[in-house]
């Protein structure tokens, strides 16, 4: 027995030695890739053409984070199938900080929406940080015989009533939106696709169709002109832009506290000190004025700064991932 022991002891200390070999050294890699990262261009992945808010969002943080970081920030407009397809090159690229990708609902409601998808958006991507939120309103046809939330739900559930309601597309933030709107009023409406979001408000306003759920920053004229009614902003708050229009969270209905956010994502097994890195430098742009301006214009609200953690970014994600699949299971929604 005293010789078995000896053996095990002779046996398991060179193991243990190399195991605390093996740690010392991931812990000096990891540190020295964080003192010279970044050694090149860095690609940011943006899941949608060029032109959208996504697209003008990561265009002036990819200029700012640039400056901090010593390095260019390479704008890659990878769009289609709801944003996928970008999402998919940005999975398959190497973890090591040098490929970010930008997105936003899309990324969680794709999961169950593409069941064949080639990457795990919760197991593939790890937050860097969360970057912004923008309320959403549900408007409709200025000649709706309703002014109110209360009127609008008595009369999209009178017998026989089936509301249209324009959309984006299947799977568009404004589809979804608008599905759980319906789901949690109780109604009943007739949900129709169009080629963007552009021409669902438009037949909003010339009156073809009843209902949308829009972007309240890009709503807010048409509400105030009269060419909208604008019925409730899809959240716990109000919207500043349109002080007179009720909060639906406030009204009573609890679940539709909905937020279109952007948040920022690095291939998962990037090295942490890599990530701190980032998030320090993304924390810091949005301090910077033209930040500031393009989030004003655009209706954005930066996340508290309580919120800006990479392990906040990556706990949204899969709570979202959740949240939107079971509207989608729920309501059999499936992407063409």
């Not at 991931?26 to 964080?34: D, F, K, L, Q």
């Not at 009127?151 to 939106?177: I, Q």
Request: proline share 5%; charged share 15%.
């Amino acid at each position: 027995m005293k010789h078995a022991r000896a053996l095990n002891t002779l046996v398991f200390a060179p193991l243990a030695f190399a195991s605390l070999v093996f740690a010392a050294g991931a812990v000096a890699t990891g540190a020295a890739s964080a003192q010279t990262y970044p050694s090149r261009p860095i690609t940011l992945i943006v899941p949608f053409a060029a032109g959208g808010t996504t697209d003008a969002i990561a265009r002036i943080l990819g200029e700012t984070m640039s400056q901090s970081l010593g390095q260019q920030i390479v704008i890659e407009n990878v769009g289609g199938a709801g944003g996928t397809l970008g999402a998919a090159r940005a999975a398959r690229a190497a973890p090591d900080g040098h490929t970010l990708l930008l997105h936003q609902p899309g990324l969680a409601a794709g999961m169950t929406l593409y069941p064949k998808l080639s990457y795990d958006a919760e197991k593939d991507f790890t937050g860097v940080g969360l970057i912004n939120t923008s309320a959403s309103i549900m408007a409709g046809r200025s000649t709706l015989p309703v002014n109110t939330l209360a009127e609008l739900v008595r009369w999209m559930k009178e017998p026989g009533r089936n509301a249209k309601m324009a959309h984006a597309g299947v799977g568009a933030f404004g589809h979804l939106c608008g599905v759980l709107f319906v789901q949690e009023v109780g109604a009943k409406v007739d949900q129709i696709p169009y080629r963007g979001g552009g021409p669902a408000l438009n037949d909003t306003v010339a009156g073809h169709a009843d209902l949308s759920c829009l972007s309240a920053a890009i709503a807010a004229e048409l509400v105030k002109s009269g060419k909208l009614k604008g019925f409730a902003i899809l959240g716990k708050d109000k919207f500043a832009g349109l002080p007179n229009v009720e909060s639906v969270v406030q009204a009573g209905y609890k679940e539709l506290d909905l937020q279109f956010w952007h948040a920022l994502f690095v291939p998962a097994g990037t090295p942490r000190p890599v990530i701190d890195r980032l998030n320090a430098v993304l924390r810091e742009s949005f301090g910077n004025a033209k930040v500031r301006d393009a989030f004003v214009k655009n209706g954005m609200t930066a996340y508290p700064a309580a919120e800006q953690t990479p392990e906040a970014a990556t706990a949204m994600l899969k709570s979202e991932i959740k949240r939107w699949g079971d509207v989608i299971r729920a309501n059999n929604i499936t992407a063409q």
